[in-house]
């Protein structure tokens, strides 16, 4: 995770399966948050895939407390207890 000025960055796996489950999440989290800009940044399979979530100061203070665990849903990564 990269901090930007108004939000964050997520490295992932540059394969096509992680490319379509950030597209399904996307499309659910935009029904529910509507105060945050997506950016999805890819190219080809050797290269990673980058998820930009942007938006207000209060966006971002939302994605430092309640995204991450959804973010680790698409990363495979279990949770931190």
């Given at each position: 995770m990269?901090?930007?000025a108004n939000g964050f960055q997520y490295r992932f796996p540059?394969?096509?399966e992680t490319?379509?489950?950030i597209q399904?999440?996307?499309?659910?989290e935009r029904k529910c948050c509507p105060f945050l800009t997506f950016s999805v940044i890819a190219s080809?399979?050797?290269?990673?895939i980058l998820l930009q979530l942007t938006?207000?100061?209060?966006?971002?203070a939302f994605l430092r407390t309640e995204i991450q665990s959804n973010i680790d849903i698409i990363t495979r990564v279990p949770p931190s207890s």
């Open positions: 990269t901090e930007l540059g394969d096509s490319l379509r489950l399904d999440w996307i499309g659910m080809n399979e050797e290269e990673p938006g207000s100061e209060e966006a971002k």
